[in-house]
């Protein structure tokens, strides 16, 4: 019988660690466990050798996957490495998950929708990717969810944080050099990363967590467009700065992307009782915090 945060105290592995999920999670799992943040230079998720190497020599109870292939738009030109790190390589973390009797998570994205609900996506809705990263990461899902073992496949949404390279970060210095134009008709919620990792930490330590695995959503609650996102950004930062919103048409894309791709999250409250906050106030949580 599975006791409270027992798995994980057997030891956390991370790969992808490096990336803006990787970092937060590795301070965030510290206190459940011994953490290993593995980077690309210590473990290349795209190689079934390595991966199971690495997955015999550490022994986790938990093997945390925030690695991924997130350039959107490259992956439209880049099918093969979009494929091998979002589809084949969470396949590979799966299989050595299995042999080391390891619990895996693994993270997805609101990109496996095209966005034509209209209405909060559901895990049971059908998923319809309109470009290669949103399908390559639905495989991923696909190949984690076939395999017997504990796994927890968390579909996310808007990641951000603090630093790195995302749209906060870039906001704040567009904001810097004069008046923005964002694309106001692209519909989701931002979720931070640090909220992401608390949930995963949530999940690791509830008592049902052993009978719980499956797909779930796990997104902040509520909805904005990325010109919402950015006017909220500037406000909170107070740059005195004009947030234009413009069409998707206006600012032409490699990848198409989803008009309207909220997740609903509620699966995760029913079976966990895990809530994840309003958007806004996990803006404003990360802005909040000083290094
Ligand atoms: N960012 C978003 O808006 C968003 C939205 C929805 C879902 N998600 C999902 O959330 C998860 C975390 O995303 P993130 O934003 O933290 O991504 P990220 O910042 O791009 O980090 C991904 C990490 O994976 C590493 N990586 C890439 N290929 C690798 C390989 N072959 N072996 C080992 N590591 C490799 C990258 O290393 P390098 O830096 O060396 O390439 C990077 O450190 C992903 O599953 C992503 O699909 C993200």
Request: aromatic share 8%; net charge neutral.
């Given at each position: 019988?599975?006791?409270?945060?027992?798995?994980?105290?057997?030891?956390?592995?991370?790969?992808?660690a490096h990336?803006?999920?990787?970092?937060?999670?590795?301070?965030?799992?510290?206190?459940?466990g011994?953490?290993?943040?593995l980077?690309?230079?210590?473990?290349?998720?795209?190689?079934?050798?390595?991966?199971?190497?690495?997955?015999?020599?550490?022994?986790?109870?938990?093997?945390?996957?925030?690695?991924?292939?997130?350039?959107?738009?490259?992956?439209?030109?880049e099918?093969?490495?979009?494929y091998?790190?979002?589809a084949?390589?969470?396949?590979?973390?799966?299989d050595?998950?299995?042999?080391?009797?390891a619990?895996?998570?693994h993270y997805?994205?609101?990109?496996?929708?095209?966005?034509g609900?209209?209405?909060?996506?559901?895990?049971?809705?059908p998923?319809?990717?309109?470009?290669?990263y949103?399908?390559?990461?639905?495989?991923?899902?696909e190949?984690?969810?076939?395999?017997?073992i504990?796994?927890?496949?968390?579909r996310?949404?808007?990641?951000?944080?603090?630093?790195?390279?995302n749209?906060?970060?870039?906001?704040?210095?567009?904001?810097?050099?004069?008046?923005?134009?964002?694309?106001?008709?692209?519909?989701?919620?931002?979720?931070?990363?640090?909220?992401l990792?608390?949930?995963t930490?949530?999940?690791?330590?509830?008592?049902?967590?052993?009978?719980a695995?499956?797909?779930y959503?796990?997104?902040?609650?509520g909805?904005?467009?990325?010109?919402?996102?950015?006017?909220?950004?500037?406000?909170a930062?107070?740059?005195?700065?004009?947030?234009?919103p413009?069409?998707?048409?206006?600012?032409?894309?490699?990848?198409?992307?989803?008009?309207?791709?909220v997740?609903?999250?509620?699966?995760?409250?029913?079976?966990?009782?895990?809530?994840?906050?309003?958007?806004?106030?996990?803006?404003?949580d990360?802005?909040?915090?000083?290094?």
């Amino acid at each position: 019988m599975e006791t409270l945060g027992a798995q994980a105290r057997r030891g956390i592995v991370i790969f992808g660690a490096h990336g803006q999920l990787g970092r937060v999670l590795t301070r965030v799992l510290a206190p459940l466990g011994p953490v290993q943040a593995l980077g690309r230079a210590d473990c290349d998720v795209g190689d079934e050798e390595v991966v199971h190497a690495t997955v015999r020599r550490l022994m986790p109870g938990v093997i945390v996957n925030a690695s991924a292939y997130t350039a959107v738009d490259r992956a439209e030109s880049e099918h093969a490495a979009a494929y091998r790190i979002n589809a084949q390589a969470p396949g590979f973390l799966a299989d050595a998950a299995a042999a080391a009797d390891a619990w895996l998570v693994h993270y997805s994205t609101d990109y496996v929708f095209d966005g034509g609900k209209g209405a909060p996506y559901e895990e049971r809705d059908p998923t319809a990717p309109l470009g290669v990263y949103g399908d390559s990461k639905r495989r991923g899902e696909e190949a984690v969810l076939a395999r017997p073992i504990v796994a927890f496949v968390l579909r996310t949404a808007w990641l951000y944080d603090r630093e790195g390279r995302n749209f906060l970060t870039t906001i704040r210095r567009l904001a810097a050099a004069g008046p923005l134009r964002i694309v106001a008709d692209q519909y989701g919620t931002p979720t931070s990363a640090m909220v992401l990792a608390e949930a995963t930490s949530a999940i690791l330590r509830h008592p049902e967590a052993v009978r719980a695995g499956g797909l779930y959503h796990a997104a902040c609650t509520g909805v904005t467009s990325w010109h919402g996102f950015a006017c909220a950004i500037v406000e909170a930062v107070g740059a005195k700065v004009e947030v234009a919103p413009i069409t998707t048409a206006e600012y032409p894309t490699a990848a198409r992307r989803p008009a309207y791709s909220v997740l609903d999250s509620r699966l995760l409250q029913e079976r966990l009782g895990i809530v994840l906050p309003p958007w806004s106030r996990a803006l404003a949580d990360v802005l909040r915090v000083r290094p």
